[in-house]
């Protein structure tokens, strides 16, 4: 019998050494651990924070992980991960609250297929596992997405190899769904012929196999303030429209009434393009295209301001002190990894505010810590939950020199 103390960074149950699959702080299991790990636990004493899983794939599926708990039990767990985040690197700032996205939210998604021996199987993982469930009544995803399984499992069933899997990216654009496959089987003269007929048939707005665009009708858009902008198949979007739009008042709130801002892992314009209705915007991102899709939206938008951008590795080549002193303010949103190396110059830089976004709890504290200790002031942090029901951890913050406004 094991009680389990707190969830690991997979939400895992831990206690006793071990990790217990699906089970909550306080619970007794039992049950035989293998190699450090208990899969299948018997729950003696469930917590009162448990409640019966909402989808009925949740058993087979590995989708999700923590739709055994109720939303106010993840929820605060989703910000204490953030907190304790925070406070390994001394850091103890005031946390405003979480945005959740509602369930059936997601407009993008990577699934998994394989080709069977008869039609192909189309899913997410399934726990723990390497093989695909099907999730017909999934409730991660926009209803629009799971409408198109039957398109993917016919792309699947025509391009997918029978030893390996497929990895199908999917996005919902105005105009229908985008798919952007990779790991499908290279392209002779027979499928670039039948993987566009089937994707039209299906009324699929854009297909792309192993990077090539194989069927667009016209380019995809989604709106991104005033603009519309069509970005490079499978390129980074937000997962939801309600956590950007979340993310998105944070950036504002905390930009203010700068008039010069640089947007930096500045995708395809995201915060940019809304920014351009009153402040001039430099946008810096490491992939080409996605600048060129910005910059396009904007051309096209009326009555935004001007928005400049960028190409740069901004691992490798920072914005230095001296190219930064121009901006009263920063927007930053960098990968999972975080920006340790521009976060150095714009700790020896004077940018008034900073609005720094993160999908690592653990490498935003990291940067937060050097900012702090170069004199910025961390105002507040809103946790956003774009992931429900999984064990990722967003957040939206507001950085600020306290002498100088
Ligand atoms: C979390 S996304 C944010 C994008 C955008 N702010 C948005 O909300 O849509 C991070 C972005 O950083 C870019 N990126 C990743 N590594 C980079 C690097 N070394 N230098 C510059 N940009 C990079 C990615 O292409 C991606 O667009």
Request: glycine share 8%.
């Amino acid at each position: 019998m094991i009680t389990v103390e707190r969830l690991n960074t997979r939400a895992e149950g831990v206690g006793g050494g071990v990790s217990v699959a699906r089970a909550l702080p306080g619970e007794v299991v039992e049950g035989t651990p293998e190699g450090g790990r208990i899969a299948q636990p018997k729950i003696l004493t469930p917590a009162p924070e448990r409640v019966a899983a909402p989808c009925r794939h949740y058993k087979a599926c590995g989708g999700c992980a923590l739709q055994h708990a109720s939303d106010a039990f993840v929820e605060t767990w989703k910000t204490d991960v953030v907190r304790q985040a925070m406070a390994a690197q001394g850091i103890d700032a005031p946390i405003r609250g979480i945005h959740t996205s509602p369930p059936r939210s997601r407009r993008r998604a990577v699934l998994g297929g394989r080709r069977l021996k008869s039609g192909a199987l189309v899913g997410f993982h399934a726990r723990a596992s390497d093989s695909v469930t099907a999730i017909p009544d999934c409730l991660l995803l926009d209803p629009a997405l799971i409408a198109a399984i039957p398109a993917l499992e016919a792309l699947v069933a025509e391009g997918g190899s029978r030893k390996g899997e497929m990895r199908l990216a999917v996005t919902l654009f105005e105009q229908g769904i985008e798919v952007s496959v990779t790991e499908g089987k290279p392209l002779d003269k027979a499928l670039s012929l039948s993987l566009p007929q089937i994707a039209g048939q299906f009324g699929l707005a854009r297909l792309a196999w192993n990077g090539e665009v194989l069927l667009q009708e016209e380019p995809p858009v989604l709106r991104m303030g005033r603009a519309r902008v069509s970005p490079p198949p499978g390129a980074f979007l937000q997962a939801t429209p309600q956590g950007e739009a979340a993310l998105l008042n944070c950036v504002t709130e905390a930009v203010g009434d700068a008039k010069q801002v640089v947007d930096l892992f500045a995708g395809a314009g995201t915060f940019t393009l809304p920014l351009a209705e009153r402040a001039e915007i430099h946008a810096v991102e490491g992939y080409a295209p996605m600048l060129a899709a910005m910059d396009r939206g904007w051309r096209n938008a009326q009555g935004l301001k001007r928005v400049t951008s960028e190409a740069r590795d901004l691992f490798r080549r920072p914005l230095m002190p001296d190219e930064l002193k121009r901006f009263d303010a920063v927007v930053i949103d960098p990968p999972r990894a975080g920006a340790e190396a521009q976060v150095a110059e714009l700790a020896k830089a004077a940018v008034p505010v900073i609005a720094h976004v993160s999908c690592n709890p653990v490498t935003f504290a990291r940067d937060a810590k050097t900012l702090i200790a170069a004199g910025y002031r961390l105002d507040w942090v809103q946790v956003v939950d774009q992931f429900r029901w999984s064990a990722h951890v967003e957040l939206a913050a507001r950085f600020s020199r306290p002498h100088m406004g």
